[in-house]
């Protein structure tokens, strides 16, 4: 699957926690674990990324029940959600 094909952007929501990008999609990172869970959980979107230790994606269900959500990245490197 790849380990550089995702990117990590921290969250104003929990401290110490990110949202992984990939392909497009968001994941929320689920008790400070390695296991990602898609941003959209809460309406049914079962869609899920597991990392080893290294960062590499070593399972991913990328089955959504929604298209991706718009994110602009801004000059300082911060993504917005439009």
């Known amino acids: 699957m790849g380990r ?28 400070f674990t390695r296991f990602f869970y898609c941003s959209k959980r809460k309406t049914g979107c ?13 399972f991913a269900d990328r089955n959504h029940i929604h298209g991706a959500p718009n994110y602009m990245k801004l000059p300082s490197g911060d993504y917005v959600k439009l």
């Open 46 to 58: 079962l869609a899920r990324i597991k990392l080893d230790s290294d960062g590499s994606i070593i």
């Open 4 to 31: 550089f094909d995702y990117k990590l952007i921290p969250t104003t929501r929990c401290k110490g926690k990110q949202l992984l990008m990939h392909k497009g999609f968001t994941y929320y990172q689920h008790m």
